[in-house]
């Protein structure tokens, strides 16, 4: 069993930069596949990026290759998402979460969820 809780959200202007940190409670955080999702008001939850437990793989959603970096740190049970170059579309509730299963983008195969951060981008 894992908990999540996330941070760093917060109000941006278009063009700047967040780093949302999520830590994880448990012996095990360095066996998850860890994912960034977010949901926009009256839309569904979508993919944002996911990273396997030792870093090797790393998943984007098209719409933040190149804007958005994931790491972790498995000594510090804790996943980071680096925001640049946030745009009005990027806000909304971002949530990280864990799976040992084999997928990477897909929601339903997630096990275990953080409570959300918000993130607001003006423009």
């Known amino acids: 069993q894992v908990q999540l809780v996330e941070s760093g959200g917060g109000l941006v202007q278009a063009g700047g930069a967040l780093r949302l940190s999520c830590a994880a409670s448990g012996r095990t955080f360095s066996s998850y596949t860890m994912g960034w999702f977010r949901q926009a008001p009256g839309k569904e939850r979508e993919f944002v990026a996911a990273?396997?437990?030792?870093?090797?793989?790393?998943v984007y959603a098209d719409s933040v290759k190149g804007r958005f970096t994931i790491f972790r740190d498995n000594a510090k049970n804790t996943v980071y998402v680096q925001m640049n170059s946030l745009k009005p579309e990027d806000t909304g509730v971002y949530y990280c979460a864990a799976t040992l299963r084999g997928s990477f983008s897909v929601a339903r195969d997630y096990d275990h969820w953080g409570q959300g951060t918000q993130v607001t981008v003006s423009s």
């Open positions: 990273i396997n437990w030792n870093g090797g793989s790393l």
